[in-house]
């Protein structure tokens, strides 16, 4: 039954549902992980769960987020892109919603770790799906488009956490949508031609490529650079999202405001992602993302000003949502992420940039 109903990936409409299936999936992602980071000042507070047990559940939830990106990623290059991309959205979404059944910080951190799981495997099922299915003219601003589900889930996290106030079960129930999610891809998501027809993967001259070739002299120095690079984003991108709120009601902001803050900086990072996937297309990656790292490092020292300004705070905010799109006490913590943001840029400084591409 579902063969029959499914689209063939090589059709628009099989290529329309790889897009829309891939960018709610990471939607939900960026969902479940604010969602945490937007408890955090009311688990710590009205409802009286020890910070320090608190914080190792986020730790735990990131750690699974990097086993699951680890892991998830030679996995679908192994056996294609559709079941583990469903299996990964249909366990975090499971996992998530049982987050109020076990009100408990040792639950809580090993639902969190297992859901973490499913967490990280999604996004680079759910790129890679987007990029085999892109014209490659196009695979910057595809990528882009696809990242920026991540950040409109954070902002829903964020704009949810504002309505329930205290009652930060609700924000947990939206697993919901990612378990109806999965049941739609099961029906709806082709895998992509590349697992149909060609599932090893080639460079010139036909040569074989896998992940031990890219330790190779001739990859190495590439290879080490966007290791890093990566890492740093996302560090970037995960840390800013999963501790904010506790960090800024730590330093004397109002929990609102807050969680306000968090709203603001999501949105600035899907406007960053979406001006910077179409520059990346039409001037290189390279040259684009080293720009977004310095100016990111340079406005992450900046918020480890106290401003009192809530305009103000809030552009600062914004500006550093748009550029990081690409300790955890305040203010040591922003210069931990504007360290990692500076590192980023160096690393993308020496990565060689490929033959056909002169515009780095």
């Known amino acids: 039954m579902a063969q029959t109903l499914r689209p063939t990936t090589g059709s628009r409409t099989g290529g329309r549902w790889i897009t829309f299936l891939c960018w709610f999936t990471v939607v939900f992602e960026g969902y479940d992980i604010v969602a945490l980071g937007a408890a955090l000042p009311t688990l ?19 750690v699974g987020v990097g086993i699951g990106a680890a892991i998830m990623g030679p996995i679908s290059d192994r056996f294609g892109r559709r079941w583990p991309l469903i299996v990964a959205a249909l366990s975090f979404s499971i996992l998530t919603l049982l987050i109020p059944v076990f009100p408990d910080p040792f639950a809580m951190g090993v639902l969190r770790l297992l859901a973490g799981i499913g967490l990280g495997g999604c996004m680079p099922v759910a790129l890679a799906m987007i990029q085999e299915a892109a014209p490659p003219e196009r695979r910057s601003r595809a ?49 992509t031609a590349e697992h149909i027809t060609q599932p090893v993967p080639t460079v010139e001259q036909g040569e074989k490529v896998g992940i031990l070739d890219t330790l190779k002299p001739k990859y190495l120095r590439a290879t080490i650079g966007l290791w890093v690079a990566n890492f740093m984003g996302l560090v970037l991108v995960y840390g800013m999202n999963s501790w904010p709120p506790k960090i800024m009601n730590a330093a004397g902001y109002p929990v609102a405001d807050s969680l306000v803050m968090l709203f603001i900086l999501n949105v600035g990072a899907v406007a960053g992602i979406t001006i910077s996937s179409r520059l990346a297309d039409a001037k ?8 977004w790292f310095v100016v990111a490092a340079i406005l992450l020292a900046a918020m480890s000003i106290r401003i009192d300004s809530q305009l103000v705070l809030n552009g600062v905010v914004f500006i550093t949502g748009l550029m990081i799109a690409s300790g955890n006490g305040y203010p040591g913590v922003f210069f931990l992420y504007a360290g990692a943001a500076v590192l ?5 400084l020496q990565i060689p940039v490929p033959k056909h591409r002169t515009s780095d």
């Open 344 to 348: 980023g840029a160096i690393v993308m």
């Open 143 to 191: 990528n882009g488009f696809v990242m920026t589900g991540y950040h409109v889930g954070a902002v829903a996290a964020s704009l949810i956490a504002i309505l329930v106030g205290d009652h930060w079960e609700w924000l947990f129930y939206g697993g919901l949508g990612g378990l109806l999610l999965s049941i739609l891809m099961f029906f709806r998501l082709p895998e």
């Open 284 to 291: 290189g990656i390279k040259g684009v993302t080293t720009i």
């Open 44 to 62: 710590s507070g009205p409802v009286g769960m020890d910070l320090g047990a608190l914080n190792v559940v986020v730790t735990l939830s990131l």
